[in-house]
């Protein structure tokens, strides 16, 4: 097996759909660091995050307003455990929608209880946000999906892999898109989202979001922030929060943010926080992408173990 470059590794952090129950329960009880990042991000929500991201229920975890802090304690409970070991700065950083919150935090663009200040305010807007629908576009290369949706008013949420996107808009012709891809024999998954996420109809929301980013105080990046309103790497503070300002109601460009990462060096991806989902999106858009993950201990574990790393619990 080939080693690992320490300064060819990119960590990649994930967004909403990838939460389950008991996300960041046996990480935090390995590693008090863990812990403490997990109850700074609790300190700030107006419910016990802690009770529902480990013991549920799962219904109520599904519902924007509370997934959203519960990724991001999971992601940076993971991250300060893996800190604790591996103590290199990435060569860069990016995050799934969500997940960028949690990117911009790891690259020291401000602190970790800003982070979860603008994520539950996101989280809550999103999930008031004005009514919708979205659903994943499984087997069809993009441009053909894009055409589709111009037709009816409908945007491409997400561009996850060259074919697979999330389209999103109204109710009524998000599904007049879907008929009209059924008919071509392309595979269409709805999403259990009461909101047209990463669209237009987003504006109202994005609004009070900004106005939050206003407050907070963004500094120059560690290493490149690969921003999902285009998929480029950016660093200075006045970038970062103008491309965040922007990214509730744009696209998901996740194809370029891979793409891009690799252009400037990076081998490995480490994905930070619940689930494997990025890991997967990665591996269809390069089948070369070493791809590792930190969701728990023995995530970690193996994760040192490849980066020829020791651990002590």
């Known amino acids: 097996m080939s080693s690992i470059n320490p300064k060819k590794i990119a960590f990649v952090f994930p967004g909403q759909g990838s939460q389950c129950i008991g996300m960041g329960q046996e990480i935090c009880a390995f590693e008090q660091n863990a812990r403490n990042a997990f109850n700074m991000v609790t300190k700030e929500c107006d419910f016990d995050l802690q009770r529902l991201a480990w013991v549920g229920p799962e219904e109520a975890l599904k519902r ?4 959203q ?3 991001l304690a999971t992601s940076a409970a993971c991250l300060q455990a893996l800190r604790l070991h591996f103590t290199e700065n990435p060569l860069c950083v990016a995050g799934h929608s969500l997940g960028e919150i949690t990117a911009l935090w790891a690259a020291g663009v401000f602190t970790l209880t800003q982070a979860a200040e603008i994520t539950v305010l996101r989280g809550q807007l999103m999930e008031n946000s004005k009514p919708g629908s979205m659903a994943a576009v499984v087997g069809m290369d993009a441009a053909h999906v894009k055409q589709i949706c111009d037709e009816y ?8 892999t060259q074919h697979q996107q999330v389209i999103s808009g109204e109710k009524e012709k998000v599904a007049k898109v879907i008929a009209a891809i059924t008919e071509l024999k392309g595979k269409v998954i709805p999403l259990a989202v009461g909101g047209a996420f990463h669209s237009p109809l987003m504006q109202e929301a994005n609004e009070s979001f900004v106005q939050k980013l206003q407050e907070i105080e963004f500094k120059d990046a560690v290493c490149p922030v690969i921003q999902n309103v285009d998929g480029k790497p950016y660093s200075k503070a006045v970038d970062l929060k103008t491309n965040l300002s922007k990214q509730m109601t744009s696209s998901v460009q996740w194809v370029e943010t891979i793409e891009n990462m690799f252009a400037l060096g990076a081998e490995c991806f480490i994905e930070i926080g619940s689930g494997k989902v990025l890991n997967g999106l990665i591996r269809k858009i390069d089948r070369s992408a070493k791809v590792l993950q930190v969701s728990d201990p023995a995530t970690l574990q193996e994760t ?5 790393v020791p651990c002590a619990a």
Do not use: K
Request: charged share 5%; aromatic share 10%; with cysteine.
């Open 153 to 160: 008013d409908v945007v491409i949420a997400n561009y996850n």
């Open 304 to 308: 040192l173990n490849q980066l020829n």
């Open 69 to 71: 802090p519960a990724l």
């Open 64 to 67: 924007t307003c509370y997934t």
